[in-house]
């Protein structure tokens, strides 16, 4: 039962993690794309341009804890599927 756990566990987050990276990735490029494009007044200021940089520490932050809370759901949804497994049915073989 241990090995089944932690397979079912190592699955969850490989998927969390890679779904992870790859929404943080999407994000930051269309943010890159994007931001420079989105007109921010009607008429051009004087003052100069406002500066469209993404803030790498509030942008870790939200990764960190969206990561965190993802990671104890998979923990959760794991623990779930186990308790709903026979080990005794795993082994059978069909007749």
Same mark, same amino acid.
């Given at each position: 039962?241990?090995?089944?756990?932690?397979? #079912?566990?190592?699955?969850?987050?490989?998927?969390?993690?890679?779904?992870?990276?790859?929404?943080?990735?999407?994000?930051?490029?269309?943010?890159?794309?994007?931001?420079?494009?989105?007109?921010?007044?009607?008429?051009?200021?004087?003052?100069?341009? #406002?500066?469209?940089?993404?803030?790498?520490?509030?942008?870790?932050?939200?990764?960190?804890?969206?990561?965190?809370?993802? #990671?104890?759901?998979?923990?959760?949804?794991?623990?779930?599927? #186990?308790?709903?497994?026979?080990?005794?049915?795993?082994?059978?073989?069909?007749?």
């Amino acid at each position: 039962m241990a090995a089944l756990r932690v397979a #079912l566990l190592l699955e969850q987050v490989i998927t969390v993690a890679a779904g992870t990276l790859a929404g943080l990735l999407a994000g930051l490029v269309a943010a890159k794309a994007a931001l420079g494009r989105i007109p921010q007044f009607a008429e051009p200021p004087v003052t100069p341009p #406002l500066p469209h940089a993404v803030a790498a520490v509030p942008v870790a932050a939200v990764v960190g804890v969206a990561l965190l809370v993802s #990671l104890l759901a998979a923990v959760l949804v794991s623990e779930a599927l #186990l308790r709903g497994i026979r080990v005794e049915r795993l082994r059978d073989v069909p007749s």
